[in-house]
């Protein structure tokens, strides 16, 4: 939603017309009931947009059938229809007009004769990975490519020099206002994020073991779906965690939960800014993460906001969040808040306004 609310504030401080244009299905959509938005839903469903997710869980599940169905769906709506869809758009908006895609899906559709900002949500090594750099030849050129980091976009440039001139870092806005919070009892350890491979989900109950066996006394919850769910609560079963660690699936109202913890403990392999490290600290939740890559380092200030875990090893991230949390640590909650402050809308909204300015 990040996107969505970047969009609707660029078109409210800056006077801008703006249609958003949404990939999905409108009974799929996050977007509706946004009756103050132009939309224009391009009808493609779920599965294919979430290619990855269900590619996986069909993969997992050993229904090969379904994997042959889902490359035949990305072939149909991707491949074959593709130039059907950038015709629509096409209608919608004008040559003069800037369109932002701010996902694969949407900068694979985005038509001709058109400025294109890609707002790429990922890391440096998904970049250059090798199927995604052969996705980047079937692309309209984008004029402008927007990384979440300073560290990424140094990354990129040095490996590709023609982008230097055509890329920029701009982070991505909080999308919840500021709140302190006092510290609880026990320690309340919250893991955000789908549960798929790029998450990491198993090392983050393997950690939880970890502080368990320590004797150390906390609670962790845990917020997301996918493909690796029944795989992840049946490992918390095995390993007897059930009255330490509650799995909520989805969740309609994730600041809820925010508010009520302490820690957010990131896994994942691979980041492009990890956004629930910048929420978290809007809740005023110290961040312990594994070194995911080289925008961590940009998202977090060790000692300030968080703690970067060099290595995947559960045990260390156990033992780093006892020693973080052994005693009061009301100073680290009201450190994460006040450093989140420089992501505030405000702070971020003139570098997008200046960008767009500039085409």
Not at 148 to 171: F, G, N, Q, W
Not at 203 to 217: E, H, I, N, P
Request: hydrophobic residues 40%; charged residues 25%.
């Amino acid at each position: 939603m990040v996107s969505l609310n970047l969009f609707k504030a660029l078109c409210r401080q800056y006077a801008y017309k703006g249609l958003l244009i949404v990939s999905g299905c409108k009974g799929d959509s996050p977007y509706e009931g946004l009756e103050d938005l132009d939309i224009l839903y391009l009808d493609i469903p779920l599965e294919a947009l979430r290619f990855d997710a269900y590619l996986n869980k069909y993969r997992n599940t050993k229904q090969y059938f379904k994997i042959v169905r889902h490359f035949m769906k990305l072939l149909h709506y991707f491949v074959l229809n593709r130039h059907q869809y950038q015709k629509r758009i096409a209608k919608f908006t004008d040559p003069n007009d800037i369109i932002i895609a701010s996902s694969l899906d949407s900068y694979l559709l985005a038509p001709a004769k058109r400025q294109i900002i890609f707002h790429f949500h990922f890391g440096a090594k998904d970049y250059f990975a090798f199927l995604f750099q052969q996705l980047l030849k079937y692309c309209i050129k984008p004029q402008m490519t927007v990384f979440l980091t300073p560290s990424c976009l140094l990354e990129v440039r040095s490996k590709d020099p023609s982008l230097r001139a055509k890329s920029v870092a701009i982070y991505n806005p909080n999308r919840f206002p500021r709140e302190l919070h006092s510290p609880h009892q026990p320690l309340n350890i919250l893991f955000v994020g789908r549960l798929e491979d790029q998450k990491y989900p198993e090392l983050m109950v393997m950690t939880a073991r970890k502080l368990r066996d320590y004797g150390f006394s906390f609670h962790l919850d845990v917020l997301g779906d996918g493909s690796k769910y029944d795989d992840i609560a049946q490992m918390i079963k095995d390993n007897e965690l059930n009255d330490y660690v509650l799995m909520h699936g989805m969740v309609k109202d994730i600041k809820e939960y925010y508010r009520q913890a302490d820690c957010l403990l990131v896994t994942s392999r691979s980041e492009g800014f990890s956004l629930t490290t910048l929420e978290a600290n809007c809740f005023s939740l110290y961040v312990v993460s594994v070194d995911w890559g080289e925008g961590v380092h940009d998202v977090i200030k060790e000692g300030v906001n968080g703690t970067i875990v060099k290595a995947y090893d559960p045990d260390l991230l156990a033992k780093t969040i006892i020693q973080t949390f052994q005693n009061d640590y009301y100073a680290l909650k009201k450190s994460a808040y006040d450093y989140a402050a420089q992501y505030d809308m405000e702070n971020i909204l003139p570098k997008w306004h200046e960008l767009i300015s500039s085409l």
